[in-house]
């Protein structure tokens, strides 16, 4: 198996070969600028990269974390994107303390794409280690960071009835004074979903919590009409 860099180096110069600048700069737009864009569409660079996994393979333990790194530290935004598909497909074979890369990339060139994928990711791993749940993100709640708290409030988004209710709703209402607008539409998320599960339960929930206007918006959305 090639290098650290050699391996990147590989990712990098096959996705910088099918970029679209006009497209890019498009990317660039909606993001705020916050990254660079090769200006792939999704497709696309899934493409390469399941192309680039099925040829070099992908590495494992801290070989896998360095490659993950290295590709966080590039400007590109695809290259984030190669990383966290990467970390996808190793993640139900990862030990328990796997956590910690995980939520060193949430709070890594932090926007809502990576961080709600990362959320998902998280999902998977506490199935895998569900005595990590409370400790891990107990801390992240208190943390102050809002990306490490959104992710404490919708990482089970795919658990329907497995869902921890008394942990989302205790999550949700000790951040419901926050002005954040990740925050505020990150719960409304999280119980619109449950509502899917337990409508019930979200209805009572919201009628009986002080939540930001937006939080309501968002968690009642299926349940009008």
Not at 2 to 29: D, I
Not at 71 to 81: I, P, S, W
Not at 109 to 128: C, E, M, N, Q, Y
Request: charged fraction near 25%; proline fraction near 4%; aromatic fraction near 12%.
């Amino acid at each position: 198996m090639k290098t650290t860099p050699e391996y990147y180096k590989l990712v990098y110069n096959a996705f910088q070969s099918q970029g679209n600048p006009e497209r890019a700069q498009q990317q660039m737009r909606y993001m705020r600028f916050q990254f660079e864009y090769f200006g792939l569409g999704m497709p696309v660079w899934m493409a390469i990269t399941k192309t680039i996994h099925a040829a070099e393979g992908i590495p494992e333990e801290d070989a896998l974390k360095a490659l993950v790194r290295l590709c966080f530290e590039d400007d590109h935004r695809e290259m984030h994107y190669f990383a966290l598909e990467t970390v996808q497909k190793s993640l139900k074979k990862q030990s328990p303390d796997f956590i910690e890369l995980l939520e060193e990339l949430i709070c890594t060139r932090s926007w809502w794409d990576t961080v709600d994928w990362l959320a998902k990711l998280v999902g998977i791993h506490f199935k895998s280690h569900p005595s990590l749940i409370r400790p891990v993100t107990e801390r992240w709640v208190a943390s102050g960071n809002m990306w490490l708290q959104r992710v404490s409030m919708i990482f089970q988004l795919t658990y329907k009835e497995k869902t921890d209710a008394e942990l989302m709703f205790g999550y949700i209402r000790r951040l419901a004074h926050s002005r954040e607008f990740f925050i505020q539409k990150g719960a409304g998320w999280a119980l619109r979903q449950y509502s899917r599960t337990n409508p019930e339960a979200v209805v009572n929930f919201v009628e009986n919590t002080q939540l930001a206007p937006l939080t309501k918006r968002e968690a009642l959305r299926l349940l009008k009409g």
